[in-house]
């Protein structure tokens, strides 16, 4: 299935904002184009764009930043619950809240901040190994004391 590309340049902004302009307008309509507004929540940073570029999601034409131009086009859409990316949505919130996601994005934390050089990693196994090993004397000492 090949992915339609959206190319963003300077006369994209009216050529959406009418259609979005039109379904707000028409709650009967269903908001097709209004869900382009909301790839503001997508799109924050440069990497991000650059990640949706690479994938060919979006072509990039403009000489300002594509972050801004889709944060200024959803201030003009509102959400309505009735949009064919309802199930898309709950999927992608229901994956992003799970524990499993939460664990994998705790690793994914301490690999990108504690493990970037061989040295900083080295250093986070003997921290957690003497740890460990504090907890292992800090239990027999217990032990030795109560069967005295």
Partial sequence: MKIPCLKINDDINTFLS????????CPEIEPCVTS???????????????????SRILL???PRD???FFSRLSLMAE???STYLDDVLFDANKYYNSKWNK??????DLKLNYCG?????????????????GFIQAYYSALSYYHM
């Fill in 18 to 25: 009418n259609p979005i302009a039109f379904e707000q307008c």
């Fill in 36 to 54: 382009y507004a909301f790839m503001d929540c997508l799109i924050n940073t440069e990497n991000d764009v650059n990640l949706l570029e690479s």
């Fill in 60 to 62: 990039i034409r403009l």
């Fill in 66 to 68: 594509p972050a801004y």
């Fill in 79 to 81: 959400v309505r619950k």
């Fill in 103 to 108: 664990w994998k994005r705790m690793f994914a």
């Fill in 117 to 133: 050089s061989p040295w900083l990693a080295m250093s986070v196994v003997a921290a957690a190994l003497l740890l460990f090993l």
